[in-house]
């Protein structure tokens, strides 16, 4: 089975094609073909050794990064009734798992609650898309933040994997959507109908944004976000740990969201694109370790465009 994997922890070219045996399942497990995987900042994390508890307990070199995929089940165990031989699925791959059983892969192993069905309509590249960053978001919009239309969102970082989900899932909740970007993201955020997009480089949204409902910040800046927060509002972080007086800041709710999405999050997020309320921004590239490193360099540059997804095969 042809993976692109590591013997080392280290810089981007230390992704190796690299055989491994195939894999086999238990009786609770899928086997799923890969068709396509996507790139995600925590595999980049993981690929420098500073992926940590729980994610690296069982992992032994070599290991074969990557969680998000989609693809065709070839094998299911015993005590799998949900799914069958050839269903399309598409979803995560186990974050407490052994270091052999990534999505850069031909093949992965999982448990039916990591996946949902791939709806027709939807090819396996738009479906890698998907899983991490875009459950990122809508845990964090739908759920956490519980964004309700009219209501005034900040959403830091909106070009990026999970910034592009973001905004375009509250827009569809009926949200007021400001976002920051740099200026060469501002026309496809804009073409998007975001309401107001900021160029950080230039200007604060804590100088121009004020008294906002909900914050969701994917970049890391805590701080800016709760100056445009009204003394009552939510902000939601991914990036960056609070500290305990961020999270004491007058009434303002502070949470760091560790997600945890579900299979009929997935569904949602398939449906989302195939109404036309998600479009997909996405890089397609090849399933070689030249690609692969490629596309962890662009994102450990911190500018990409929404995702970058790897196609492994029709
Ligand atoms: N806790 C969780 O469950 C969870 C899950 C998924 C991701 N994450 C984390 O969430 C973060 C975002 O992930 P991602 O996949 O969206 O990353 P990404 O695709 O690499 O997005 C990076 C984006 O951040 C913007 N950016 C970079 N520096 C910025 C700054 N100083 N101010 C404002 N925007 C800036 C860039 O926009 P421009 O190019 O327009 O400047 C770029 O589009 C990462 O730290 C990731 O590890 C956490």
Redo the contacts with the bound molecule.
């Keep these: 089975m042809k993976t692109i994997a590591i013997k080392e922890f280290g810089a981007a070219n230390v992704l190796t094609e690299m055989p491994l045996p195939e894999m086999t399942t238990n009786d609770n497990e899928i086997l799923v073909g890969v068709h396509a995987f996507s790139i995600?900042?925590?595999d980049?994390?993981g690929r420098m050794g500073q992926l940590g508890s729980p994610f690296t307990d069982e992992w032994t070199f070599p290991i074969v990064l990557g969680y998000d995929f989609a693809g065709v089940v070839q094998a299911v165990g015993a005590n799998v009734t949900q799914y069958q031989v050839g269903d399309r699925v598409f979803g995560q791959a186990p974050t407490t798992r052994p270091g052999n059983n990534g999505a850069y892969s031909e093949a992965v192993v999982v448990t039916a609650d990591l996946i949902a069905p791939m709806p027709a309509g939807l090819t396996f590249d738009q479906a890698a898309a998907l899983p991490?960053?875009g459950?990122?978001a809508y845990?964090a919009i739908a759920k956490n933040l519980n964004v309700q239309p009219g209501e005034k969102v900040l959403i830091?970082?909106?070009?990026?994997?999970?910034?592009?989900f973001a905004v375009q899932i509250a827009k569809a909740l009926g949200a007021y959507v400001a976002t920051?970007?740099?200026?060469?993201?501002h026309e496809l955020l804009k073409s998007l109908n975001i309401d107001e997009v900021i160029d950080?480089?230039k200007v604060s949204p804590a100088d121009v944004l004020h008294d906002y409902d909900a914050v969701f910040d994917?970049?890391?800046?805590i701080d800016t976000g709760l100056k445009v927060l009204k003394a009552d509002g939510k902000l939601v972080?991914?990036?960056?740990q609070p500290t305990p007086e961020q999270q004491h800041h007058l009434q303002q709710d502070v949470m760091?969201?560790?997600?945890?999405g579900t299979p009929a999050d997935l569904t949602t997020l398939a449906n989302y694109v195939l109404n036309g309320q998600i479009k997909l921004s996405m890089k397609t590239m090849a399933f070689t370790a030249a690609d692969v490193i490629q596309a962890h360099e662009e994102?450990?540059?911190?500018?990409?465009?929404?995702?970058i997804v790897i196609h492994v095969k029709d």
Excluded at 237 to 240: S, Y
Aim: proline content about 4%; overall charge positive; charged content about 5%.
């Design positions: 995600n900042p925590m980049i994390a991490i960053a459950l990122t845990c830091q970082g909106g070009s990026g994997g999970v910034g592009l920051t970007a740099s200026p060469s993201h950080y480089h994917t970049v890391g800046d972080t991914v990036a960056a760091f969201q560790f997600t945890n994102i450990q540059g911190r500018h990409v465009t929404g995702k």
